[in-house]
Each structure stands twice: as C-alpha cells, then as structure tokens.
C-alpha cells in the first residue's frame, strides 16, 4: 500500500510569511523601473540625434539652465575639443564652478552623469576633427616650444594658439558691420567692468584719437549710470565681457535695447547673456593655462576695429592723429 505524503505546511508565523512575500514583490517594480530607465536613456540619445550634434543639444536646452549650470554650458560649446578629455573636476574648474554642478547639469541633460555626456562630447569631437578640411578649417601649426616647455612659455603658446583661434572663427560681415557702427553713430558708449574696464578705457582711447565721442562705463558710479541715461537712438553701445557678464554690462545693452539704440558685444562665449542682446556679435578665444584668462586676442581684435574705423578715411583723421603724436 503507498504511502500518501503528507501535505507540507509552513509552520512560520503569520507575520515572518508576510515578510518573505513582501521581499519577492519588488521585483517587479525593480524591473519595470529598469526598463523605464532604459526609456528615458533611448529618449534621451533621441533627443541628441535629433540636434545632431552635443552642442545643438546644449544651445536648444541652455535657456532651461541655471547660472552655474549655463557656465558649463558656456565652457563646454566653446571648448568642446578640451571639455571631450577633461575629468569632471578639470572642467569645473575652468568654468568657475564645481564638479558636483557639473553632473548635475549633466543629468539635468537627461545623461546618467558626466561619463555619458563626456562620450557625446568625444563623439561630435570626433566628427569635426574628421570633417575639419572638407569645412575649410585650417589646421594649426607646430608647437611653438619644445615639449618641455616652462610656464612661461606654455602661456605664450596658449596666446598664439588664441589669437589663430580667433582670427579663424571670428566673422569678417560682423567686423565690418561693427566697423560701419562705430563710424556712423553719434556717440559711442563702451560697457566692460573689473578686468574688461581696462579694454574699454583702451578701446575709448583708440577711437579718441580719430575725434569720435567715446564715453565709458566701468562701475555702478553715479557719473557712469547718468551715461547709460543719455543713451538713445543714436548712440552705439559697446559690450565687453569675459566669462559670466557684470550686471551693470547687461544692464546697459538691456537699455540700448528699450531705447532702440544700436548694441555689439565683444566677448569670449558664444552664449552669453550680453551677446544675446546684441546685434553685432564679435567672439574671441581665452584660453590659458593661468589662473586668469587670456585677453591677447581682445587685444588685437580692439586694435583692429580702431584701424577699421581709421581706413575708411585716413585723410580724414591723420590730421587729428598727427596733433596727438606732436603732444
């Protein structure tokens, strides 16, 4: 005769038996929660694909950023080709903030954090590298130093590599457009505070010297802000910024704005604030291995919009330079 087995029976109390269910019940939502990840991700290189390139991605998405995070932004459009091979901390670095905004604002991209966006960044590097001469780039030349250079002499090379940088993407319509400004406006008013006061004292005295009225705001003065009140439609309103503009920059081509006057600004990011209020936009590289940003190429950008401005009639104003040179 077989014997029948006796029905086994889980002799666990109630409340142990509740818990070993609980623990089998997430695994679903586990899983659920997995392909919904894999969602966003696949949404997300879809949302990059569709602007084809990293860059696109971030123009589209910046106005969507906070200040810091629009540093980033800023630093990774316009360096992309350092930014493709910085670690998180080297990049914010350069940028003026720290490593934690920049995952942040990588993630606020919808990457899973800086390793992912880095990726997209070596890929459109990649790309341009590789389409470079089919686009007319000019390849730069040899070092400049040997490669063990000094400090002194990696900062120099940083200037050259600057000024090559410039010359090949600053825009030859928008230099004349600035030039025809300058030539034609009433009165000119030169914007640029802390380090950039010095380049608008500088291009101020330039264009004195061809007898142009030239003002110049460089703080939040009494007699500064009564200059930006006589703006109107028939001055011209300079803008020089390095990095995050200066309020008081952006408060000026704000009010060249309402008061329909004519607004350009000189700066070394292509998305910022000041350059968005303006009509004429002129951009120069700054990179450098300093602690403070390279201005060689501000420099000999200010110097060759003065000599624009003095070869559309030379006749005109040698004498005016000539009375400055017998003082």
Avoid: W
């Avoid at 109390?13 to 509740?18: N, Q, Y």
């Amino acid at each position: 005769m077989k014997r029948v087995a006796a029905p086994t029976t889980d002799r666990r109390p109630a409340g142990a038996r509740g818990r070993g269910a609980r623990r089998v019940r997430p695994e679903q939502p586990r899983a659920q929660a997995r392909g919904s990840t894999a969602a966003a991700g696949g949404g997300q290189a879809a949302s990059v694909s569709e602007h084809l390139t990293l860059s696109k991605y971030i123009r589209a998405r910046f106005d969507e950023c906070s200040r810091s995070q629009k540093d980033v932004a800023q630093y990774i459009v316009d360096h992309l080709d350092e930014a493709a091979f910085q670690t998180a901390e080297e990049l914010a670095r350069r940028a003026n903030t720290s490593s934690s905004t920049v995952v942040r604002f990588s993630q606020a991209l919808g990457f899973e954090g800086f390793p992912e966006l880095q990726a997209a960044a070596r890929e459109e590097y990649r790309r341009v590298h590789a389409q470079g001469p089919a686009n007319g780039t000019v390849e730069a030349g040899g070092p400049l130093f040997s490669l063990d250079q000094n400090e002194s002499e990696t900062a120099l090379a940083a200037d050259h590599l600057n000024l090559e940088e410039t010359v090949r993407k600053v825009s030859r319509s928008s230099v004349e457009s600035l030039i025809e400004a300058i030539a034609a406006a009433d009165k000119v008013l030169v914007a640029g505070t802390d380090q950039m006061a010095f380049f608008a004292s500088y291009l101020r005295h330039l264009l004195m010297l061809l007898d142009l009225r030239v003002d110049v705001v460089a703080s939040p003065s009494q007699e500064a802000l009564s200059r930006l009140g006589r703006i109107d439609d028939r001055t011209l309103v300079i803008g020089l910024s390095a990095g995050r503009p200066h309020p008081l920059v952006v408060r000026a081509m704000k009010l060249a704005r309402h008061r329909k006057a004519s607004a350009a600004a000189i700066t070394d990011a292509t998305l910022s604030e000041v350059a968005k209020l303006a009509q004429i936009k002129l951009y120069y590289s700054s990179n450098s291995p300093a602690y403070v940003r390279s201005h060689t190429a501000l420099l000999s950008l200010i110097q060759a919009i003065a000599y624009g401005v003095y070869a559309q009639d030379s006749a005109q104003y040698d004498d005016r330079i000539k009375a400055f040179r017998l003082k």
